[in-house]
């Protein structure tokens, strides 16, 4: 069912213009994210934290409305490439607005790669992640770290529509010994890494002032490579317009200093660094809606929304 719904919302989307799309689509998940409750006292938790406010502050809970509105509008953008990837390859790229100091992030991954020993760009659910993807592929050859999902038929047509954008697919579940090798070969491999852990699993390190734990994969894998570590992103405007803002955060290299656990943790704290830096300018394009910090877990239930909260952000 769910693949025979993403067959239909891609054709759907491709066919709608984008102002009637992406209308609809926000209004859709905006509904979505009123009704689950459970995620909405997720989402308001999440952003009280990141805006370093309270979960019963207008502030918090408009920005986590307005993230779920600018997700369902991303997934619609997304979904309307899979008519024409050819073409959608050159549409975002003439709608590039790379907002990274000189020499830009295509220059900044020309330098991280010229070591040849690979370059590792780690992004988040954040903005436009696929776009950033097909951005990234357009300079220079991609892999991309992916999730399996139940339907066999879904991952097919993920990996044929990543391909087909200019990306190679990584599945998860097998990506260890398939990452070094494209990483050994001095080849660039993309992560979306903002997954959150269980408190006492994974890598524990300071996110938006606050203690949470994240997997350490990235930074292993760096440190076992060489290769470089550089957090990137693409976002939108305030308007939805049709531009695309690129950017990237400076690259740097993991530093061995023997106490793998150590510097594992270093360079993880280093990246989410990077993370934080542009969630923090465009706090309701984070779409987080997992308990990503231990106390969001068990936030208590959100009340009804205050005339405040419920005006269009």
Not at 48 to 64: I, Q
Not at 80 to 100: C, H, K, M, N
Request: charged share 20%; net charge neutral; with cysteine.
């Amino acid at each position: 069912m769910v693949y025979y719904f993403v067959r239909f919302a891609a054709w759907v989307a491709a066919h709608v213009p984008r102002r009637a799309r992406l209308a609809i689509a926000g209004t859709f998940a905006t509904l979505v994210y009123y009704l689950w409750v459970a995620k909405k006292r997720v989402t308001i938790a999440n952003m009280a934290t990141v805006l370093g406010t309270t979960t019963d502050d207008p502030a918090a809970r408009r920005a986590a409305r307005n993230s779920w509105r600018n997700h369902g509008r991303y997934i619609s953008d997304f979904l309307a490439f899979s008519d024409d990837p050819a073409q959608a390859r050159i549409t975002v790229l003439s709608r590039l607005r790379d907002v990274t100091p000189p020499p830009g992030a295509f220059g900044l991954i020309d330098e991280a790669r010229q070591g040849g020993k690979g370059l590792l760009i780690i992004t988040a659910h954040f903005g436009a992640w696929d776009i950033a993807g097909i951005l990234a592929g357009s300079h220079t050859p991609l892999h991309v770290v992916a999730e399996h999902f139940n339907d066999p038929r879904l991952d097919k047509l993920v990996e044929q529509q990543r391909r087909d954008l200019g990306m190679e697919v990584v599945w998860m579940e097998r990506s260890s010994r398939s990452i070094m090798r494209v990483l050994q070969d001095g080849g660039t491999v993309a992560i979306v890494a903002d997954r959150p852990m269980a408190e006492g699993k994974g890598v524990p390190i300071t996110f938006f002032g606050k203690r949470c734990y994240v997997p350490g994969g990235p930074a292993y894998l760096a440190l076992k490579t060489g290769a470089a570590l550089m957090p990137g992103y693409t976002h939108y405007d305030e308007e939805f317009s049709e531009a695309y803002y690129g950017g990237a955060e400076p690259y740097f290299f993991a530093e061995n200093t023997g106490n793998r656990d150590a510097d594992i943790a270093a360079a993880t704290q280093r990246v989410y660094e990077g993370i934080e830096a542009f969630i923090r300018r465009k706090p309701e394009q984070w779409h987080m809606f997992r308990p990503f910090w231990p106390e969001a877990a068990s936030a208590p239930a959100a009340p009804a929304p205050s005339p405040e909260g419920t005006v269009a952000g």
